[in-house]
């Protein structure tokens, strides 16, 4: 059986006499070696090697920031929290305790394009309304935990606009800027070809991305996915790519590709037990030697 990498390659190569001024797209960098690995055995000669992009250093390069390492974001996150809290400030130890969430929360507001000032305004008048009381005024611990959910819009503002200067951003920031930098980056690009390979749930900065340069260029997007499951509405595998199926404009005129068949076909299973974890690694160690050798 053919694996799906090469089942994609043999159907561009029906199209494209070369592969080299492709550009790929996939979801992580790892799946660029198996990609370079199937090329290698598609095209049975030396060639050029297209250019292979993750979508982390895709969106890199559209948005043209760079990825801030972690360290550099949690201290010039409390850099900002001390500039916007002069008068209450909590120590680095106290602070790193929720900084990491917080963090994260600002990466899946931006990848999700989620106006986040809004958002942490709309939590803060939550909570100001949960802490209500006709009877009394707030207490010390109150106050500063309503001051607290005020003062996320403005840590979100601020420490953003901090990074951009610096010409940095945390993941969801860069995946923020690339979307909105989309079209002006495809305007300075000659005639690409880009090929999406391997993706499902997409984030709303990525769907957007995506659907921007198919919209724009000659360009493809295969899903590895089995059409026993895309043609099963109530199937959880095929969910999220079913749901861009019946949105996206671009499949109002281009037939879906790289669905396979293969899962309905007959099948010999086999049930063999062995007990604890190292034996089943080991057992499995060997399984993939010898597929290796056929």
Do not use: C
């Amino acid at each position: 059986m053919r694996r799906f990498l090469e089942e994609v390659l043999e159907d561009l190569h029906k199209i494209h006499d070369s592969f080299e001024d492709l550009i790929f797209i996939l979801p992580n960098k790892r799946a660029g070696t198996f990609l370079l690995n199937a090329l290698a055995g598609i095209t049975g000669k030396t060639t050029f090697a297209p250019k292979i992009y993750s979508i982390e250093s895709f969106v890199q390069e559209v948005s043209g920031l760079d990825y801030a390492p972690p360290t550099t974001q949690l201290f010039e996150l409390y850099n900002t929290y001390r500039k916007l809290n002069s008068s209450h400030t909590e120590s680095f130890v106290d602070f790193s305790h929720w900084a990491a969430p917080l963090l994260q929360d600002f990466n899946e507001l931006d990848r999700y394009l989620v106006d986040a000032i809004e958002m942490f305004d709309h939590l803060a008048a939550i909570h100001e309304i949960n802490q209500w009381d006709l009877q009394a005024e707030p207490t010390t611990m109150i106050s500063n935990y309503l001051r607290f959910w005020k003062d996320l819009g403005p840590l979100y503002d601020s420490y953003s606009s901090l990074l951009l200067q610096q010409g940095l951003g945390y993941p969801g920031l860069v995946f923020r800027k690339a979307a909105e930098a989309i079209d002006a980056y495809l305007d300075g690009q000659t005639d690409p070809t880009y090929v999406f390979v391997g993706f499902n749930a997409l984030t709303k900065a990525e769907s957007l991305v995506i659907q921007r340069i198919l919209n724009r260029t000659k360009s493809e997007i295969y899903w590895d996915l089995d059409s026993v499951f895309v043609e099963d509405n109530e199937h959880d595998a095929s969910y999220f790519i079913r749901g861009y199926l019946n949105k996206w404009s671009y499949f109002s005129k281009n037939t879906p590709k790289g669905f396979t068949t293969h899962y309905a076909n007959s099948k010999t299973i086999k049930a063999i037990g062995i007990p604890r974890e190292v034996s089943q690694a080991q057992y499995v160690a060997d399984l993939l030697t010898e597929l290796n050798k056929t």
